[in-house]
């Protein structure tokens, strides 16, 4: 049995959110698929992107912005029931393109982080793995960034926010002095060409485990005067923890709208847990892969 379906055989024994909850999604590139030989990595088709968030309204789920659930948390508000909230990493054009049409036709939300050294450059983004970026069979909005004047009409639309998500998008483990450096130009970009302020953050690879969005990165981030520094954590969002810490599910390919209401309503990641310790205690299980079937998001 695969764990995406396991938290939909098991709920009873894998538990929901509690009332202090929220989930908030994290996406990349929303691209469809044009050959099986170039297939992108980190993607959502959009077919599936629309399936995913329309299943999820279907099954009672409320989309808010990032913003609102900030303001929550700072005003100690309790939370609405079922919400969630969608965000983008590093600043795909094709957020624009593919994504926004579908967020308008179900007016749900979003705030797109973006690495700014990338903003109209013509060459794909120095850390994207997609190798078929490269393949003559593609076309540049497969992987190509944002340009400033997309980034405007992202906001124009009226649905879209934009977040900080540093400059360059480098590995800033054990540099905390160059993170700090970094992040304020990415945020400076962000506040001199399109006038946001009070500007939100997410860490670029983010798992706080490998060091990404660790104890000196997140000092350094709030010194910049962010108002929250996301990781890719895969778990709930509890408004009443840092939201210097705060997770996020991981929207992939492989994801239905009934395995992202699994995440959303904090089965998933116990089911995962408890999928762990039943391999444990039944198979003596000791850090081999062999019969674990739990596939970790990047």
Known sequence: MSLARFPLVVPFLAGRKTEQEVGILMYH?????????????SNVTPD???????????RGFVAK??????????????????????????GYANNLH???????????????????AYLDSPVPFPFDDW????????????????TSDECKELLDSGIVDLGAHTHTHKDFREKPEGFELDLLEN???LRDRFGLQNVPFAFP????????????????????????GLTSENEMTNLY?????????????????????????????AAKDLWRNLTKVVLGYRGSKVFNPVVEES
């Open 131 to 146: 190798k078929g970026a490269h393949f003559a069979e593609t076309t540049p909005d497969d992987w190509r960034a944002l």
């Open 98 to 116: 593919n994504a926004v049409p579908i967020l308008k036709k179900l007016q749900i939300p979003a705030t797109v982080f973006v690495a700014t």
């Open 48 to 58: 599936q992107f629309q399936s995913q968030l329309s299943g999820l309204l279907e």
């Open 205 to 228: 690879f983010g798992k706080r485990k490998a060091g990404f969005s660790g104890p000196a990165l997140v000092d350094a981030a709030r010194r910049t005067g962010v108002t929250c």
């Open 241 to 269: 923890a840092d939201p210097f810490r705060w997770g996020r599910w991981t929207a992939s390919e492989y994801d239905s709208s009934a395995t992202l209401s699994a995440k959303l309503n904090g089965q998933y990641g």
């Open 65 to 90: 912005p990032l913003r609102t659930i900030l303001d929550w948390h700072t005003n100690d508000v309790q939370p609405e029931a079922n919400v969630f909230a969608v965000t983008f990493d590093d």
């Open 29 to 41: 590139r929303i691209a469809p698929r044009r050959s099986s030989r170039t297939f992108p990595t």
């Open 187 to 189: 945020i400076g970009i």
